[in-house]
């Protein structure tokens, strides 16, 4: 079966600090992926996603993601962290069975240090 | 403003009493969703909907109905809500396959079920 992994439950970096958020995923062919951010309260929002193409993908709020099929991986990444993007992070990838369905992993908790 | 409303944000039931959340959505969608989230779980989905009078279920289907009579409105119904139903519900909805649109999520309802 489909799975998404994202190893952190939580990650604390210090504001202005780099941040990198680990997905891997398991699919043998080009899958469909995206990033979403949970803020507290509030629903999911689509950061960016990837289908093809360049492997370096831009999104919303200054973050970018790459795709790296060789490890599975598609790592989310923000050269410096703002105290606003303290949230939950999820990765997803599209279902091979239907086009309309997401898997999501599991979340990683994003925490902001002053 | 586009978006897909959920009610009620809040709402605690007790056992076996039948209770509904709404979602409705007003971008004209034909694709509509609901998942739950659960800690550690990422978000799982509940049902889905193609189109009007069109549901299917998804991975977590047990113990929830779902209708969808007009384009707009996909209501979550429980019928016999139990403890484990305790969660955080979120309706989505999408213009067309995942890799062109991807998910509008809504707010979220978060239940609990005592």
């Known amino acids: 079966a489909q799975s998404v992994t994202q190893p952190d439950i939580h990650i604390t970096v210090s504001e202005g600090a780099s941040l990198e958020l680990r997905c891997n995923y398991s699919y043998g062919a080009t899958p469909y992926l995206f990033w979403y951010v949970q803020s507290p309260g509030q629903g999911l929002q689509l950061l960016l996603k990837?289908?093809?193409?360049?492997?370096l993908v831009q999104g919303i709020k200054g973050f970018e993601a790459e795709f790296k099929r060789s490890q599975s991986s598609f790592n989310l990444r923000k050269p410096s962290v703002h105290w606003s993007d303290a949230a939950e992070y999820f990765c997803a990838v599209g279902a091979v069975d239907s086009s309309y369905k997401l898997i999501f992993g599991s979340g990683t908790r994003l925490l902001v240090r002053p | 403003e586009a978006q897909v409303t959920q009610n009620p944000r809040y709402l605690i039931t007790v056992t076996g009493k039948k209770l509904t959340v709404t979602c409705s959505q007003n971008m004209n969608h034909e694709y509509m969703s609901w998942y739950r989230q659960d800690p550690g779980l990422g978000l799982r989905q509940i049902y889905y909907s193609m189109n009007v009078e069109v549901t299917d279920k998804g991975d977590v289907p047990e113990g929830y109905k779902v209708s969808r009579k007009e384009k707009r409105n996909f209501p979550l119904i429980l019928e016999s809500p139990s403890p484990n139903q305790t969660s955080l519900y979120f309706c989505?909805?999408?213009?067309?396959?995942?890799?062109?649109?991807?998910?509008?999520f809504g707010s979220g309802t978060r239940l609990t079920v005592v």
């Open positions: 989505a909805s999408s213009s067309g396959p995942l890799y062109d649109y991807g998910y509008t």
């Open positions: 990837y289908f093809s193409g360049d492997t």
